[in-house]
């Protein structure tokens, strides 16, 4: 895929789910991953965090299940303008902002958790998304990373091919041994791997002691 294509897709995925923010909650992706947020929660918990990112927030539904911990400051970021406009008004105590998940307006080892659900398949530049995960999490601290993945191989093939034909800009859906490589490449140990059902996976990951 040409960079002109990435960025076409990037922008697909960006009017999709401006479309979608207002009712994000009763569509086909809000009710496919809602099933996903008490684990994620509980992950999240369970670091005892003071500062959380979530990248792709879309309309803050994660980040909302933390606003009576009042102790923890809520990030967000996403790239549709619409979502982040429902996230500030369901976190009204969280800081939120439009932004490309290639380029984080924030500065080196900010948070101490980054939750990145449902989004990772969408980015077109995924090295380099894990780089700014990276850059922007503290040394101690713990990505929680959760996407959509396939019962088999076969199907996970046959579902790459197809994405190009689709209207939400879905760039690469992933294997377990596929997300795993991928971040070890970039530092980051994976840890608490679990499959939710057939479909989507939830994992921990630190990154590794210099």
Not at 28 to 42: I, K, T
Not at 53 to 62: A, E, H, I, P, Q
Not at 129 to 146: A, P, Q, S
Request: contains cysteine; positive net charge.
């Amino acid at each position: 895929m040409t960079q002109t294509e990435k960025v076409s897709r990037t922008e697909v995925s960006k009017e999709y789910f401006d479309q979608i923010a207002k009712d994000y909650d009763t569509s086909f992706d809000g009710r496919y991953v809602r099933h996903m947020y008490p684990e994620l929660v509980e992950r999240i918990l369970e670091q005892n965090p003071k500062c959380v990112l979530d990248l792709g927030c879309g309309n803050g539904n994660v980040l909302a299940e933390l606003i009576s911990h009042k102790e923890i400051a809520l990030y967000g970021a996403d790239l549709s303008n619409n979502m982040i406009e429902e996230a500030k008004r369901r976190v009204p105590n969280g800081s939120f902002c439009v932004a490309n998940a290639e380029k984080l307006p924030y500065e080196d080892n900010t948070f101490d958790v980054i939750v990145c659900n449902a989004s990772f398949h969408h980015y077109t530049n995924p090295v380099r998304v894990v780089e700014e995960m990276k850059r922007v999490l503290k040394k101690d601290g713990t990505l929680i990373l959760g996407d959509p993945t396939a019962p088999s191989s076969l199907y996970l093939k046959v579902l790459n091919w197809t994405l190009k034909w689709m209207k939400s800009g879905d760039y690469h859906i992933y294997s377990k041994k596929e997300i795993i490589g991928l971040l070890s490449r970039k530092s980051f140990k994976v840890t608490k791997f679990k499959k939710m059902g057939a479909r989507n996976f939830i994992l921990n990951a630190s990154l590794y002691k210099q």
